[in-house]
């Protein structure tokens, strides 16, 4: 399975970005979709998870101004998030959980996209 996240970029604080994730591969079906960060020096963090039927959840520190959805048919997973924050410069990753053609599972990880925040 592969992960192409993309949608990252420069912006200033208070805008807003729309990061997009494709997953492709023998897909059976996605059951979680996730958005992770990585701020320089940190440990990778939890941002946001959706699950096939619409389920969601959101780490504290971006409730209110992230958004999660995933579109089954495209087997793609978007992050909208507004009034960025400093603190939210970081390389946002896609994790995706996939049934596969042949029954078997897997979690696989996009490449991530670089979301810098300048104040």
């Known amino acids: 399975v592969q992960l192409q996240a993309s949608g990252g970029g420069l912006v200033q604080v208070g805008g807003s970005l729309r990061l997009s994730c494709a997953a492709s591969g023998s897909i059976f079906s996605i059951n979680v979709m996730s958005w992770y960060r990585q701020a320089p020096g940190k440990q990778r963090e939890l941002v946001a998870t959706?699950?096939?039927?619409?389920?969601?959840r959101y780490a504290d520190s971006v409730k209110g101004r992230f958004t999660i959805s995933r579109d089954n048919a495209k087997n793609m997973a978007y992050l909208q998030i507004n009034t960025l924050k400093p603190e939210d410069t970081a390389v946002y990753y896609c994790?995706?959980?996939?049934?596969?053609?042949?029954?078997?599972?897997?979690?696989?990880w996009g490449q991530g996209t670089q979301v810098t925040v300048s104040s």
């Open positions: 959706i699950t096939s039927g619409g389920s969601t």
């Open positions: 994790n995706a959980d996939v049934t596969l053609n042949d029954g078997s599972y897997r979690s696989d």
